[in-house]
Every structure is written in structure tokens, then in C-alpha cells.
């Protein structure tokens, strides 16, 4: 199956700097990336995701990187803020409905 | 907006126990999903059902069944509790693959069951 990892397991940030978490994959057919972020004491959810046609997205601050060749994908939060603080998990499906997480990276904005 | 509810935040049970994790949606989803949520560990999954009566097995089925005879309930039984399966447990639900809606996954809040 699927392995997914994902470093760092956690990164301090001061507030307003940018915030990279990278994670790789085993299976070269996977095809969707989606990236997930868990507040303390709340449920995951998605705050943006990426299929293999491309190669980046981005939504206002975040923005994925995909690089299929090397079988990684990053997630990159810019002017980072404190509510920004959270547990990040990224993943990887292949062309179906059964996602492999990683470990997950807790990220702290410093004020 | 997508509900998804489990009906017990926290529980606490002995080894031995039967336990019973329920969780329901609202919004018709056709996929289910059972994952455990362990620090340093990520999300594991548990087992996945696609369709009412269906069932698949997930990465770490071990010691756990589930039981799906409604479309919007998803059931995960503990046959025999055991202390290495203390873990917070999270349902999902989403739509099927190839809808227009991409795989995202619609969580609930979990429950942290504790086993004695």
C-alpha cells in the first residue's frame, strides 16, 4: 500500500514568517494529495488539495507544490499568523477513496 | 453543511469490554471511514465501507469489525477491548469517487476512548 511521510513533526515559526512542510510517497500511481489541518481539540479538514495534472496551487496564504518525478509534495504557508497554529497532515489516494496519511506536523506561530 | 456525529466525545471501558463506536452523516455520503488517531502516528485507517451492507479492511483492521446497515450510520465494534487500542477515534464520510466533489473527507469531532 501507500506510505506517506512527512517531516517535520513539528516546526516553530515567529508570526508573519513562512512555514514549509514537505512530505514524500511510495506509490509513483498516486494521483490525489490533500492537505489537512487539525486545531487543538477540533475535528481535520481540508484546507486545499492537488491532483497530478498539476504542479502547484494556491489559495491565499497556503499553496501546494506537487513534484511527481520525486514523488514529494510541500505545503507552504506564507505571513503565517497565530491562528495558524495547528496539527498538519498531508496524504496521498490512489484514484479511489481511501486516503494514506502522514504522521502529521504540529506548527506553532510564535507572536 | 455536512454533519458528521459520533455519539460519545469520551468513554472509558474495561479490557474485555464490547465497545461500540457510533457515528452518522446527513448528506447521503455513500463512503464511511473509520480512522484512529495516535500522537506521532497520524491517521491510521481502520476500515472504509462504500456502499450500506459493504465493507472493506483498511491498514490496522486487527481487533475491530464494523457494521453498516444504514447509509448514514457507520457502526465500529470492539469485540474484546484491549489497553493498545486507547486512542482517539475519528468517522468520516465523503462522496464517491468520480463525483464532481473531489475524495474530501468530512469529518467528526471523535472520541477518545479510554480502555482500563
Known amino acids: 500500500g501507500e506510505n506517506v511521510e512527512q517531516h517535520p513533526s513539528t516546526l516553530s515559526v515567529q508570526e508573519g514568517d513562512s512555514a514549509v512542510i514537505k512530505c514524500t510517497y511510495s506509490d509513483s500511481a498516486s494521483n490525489y494529495f490533500p492537505w489537512y489541518k487539525q486545531e487543538l481539540g477540533k475535528r481535520p479538514q481540508l484546507i486545499i488539495d492537488i491532483r497530478s495534472n498539476v504542479g502547484e496551487k494556491k489559495d491565499q496564504r497556503i499553496a501546494v507544490t506537487l513534484n511527481k518525478t520525486a514523488k514529494h509534495f510541500s505545503l507552504h504557508i506564507t505571513e503565517t499568523q497565530p491562528e495558524d497554529s495547528a496539527v498538519y497532515f498531508c496524504a496521498a489516494s490512489l484514484n479511489d477513496y481511501k486516503l494514506s496519511f502522514g504522521a502529521g506536523t504540529t506548527v506553532t506561530v510564535r507572536a | 453543511d455536512v454533519k458528521v456525529t459520533q455519539s460519545s466525545r469520551y468513554l472509558v471501558k474495561r479490557t474485555g469490554e464490547k465497545v461500540f463506536l457510533e457515528c452518522v452523516q446527513d448528506m447521503d455520503h455513500e463512503n464511511m471511514f473509520w480512522y484512529r488517531q495516535d500522537p506521532g502516528l497520524g491517521l491510521r485507517l481502520i476500515y472504509f465501507?462504500?456502499?450500506?451492507?459493504?465493507?472493506e479492511k483498511g491498514d490496522i483492521p486487527e481487533g475491530y469489525s464494523v457494521s453498516r446497515e444504514k447509509k448514514e450510520r457507520f457502526s465500529l465494534i470492539l469485540e474484546s477491548a484491549s489497553t493498545n487500542q486507547t486512542s482517539m477515534y475519528l468517522c468520516?464520510?465523503?462522496?464517491?469517487?468520480?463525483?464532481?466533489?473531489?475524495?474530501?473527507?468530512?469529518f467528526g469531532s471523535g472520541t477518545q476512548l479510554s480502555v482500563l
Open positions: 468520516a464520510s465523503s462522496f464517491p469517487t468520480g463525483a464532481a466533489t473531489n475524495e474530501k473527507l468530512f
Open positions: 465501507s462504500y456502499d450500506v451492507k459493504m465493507k
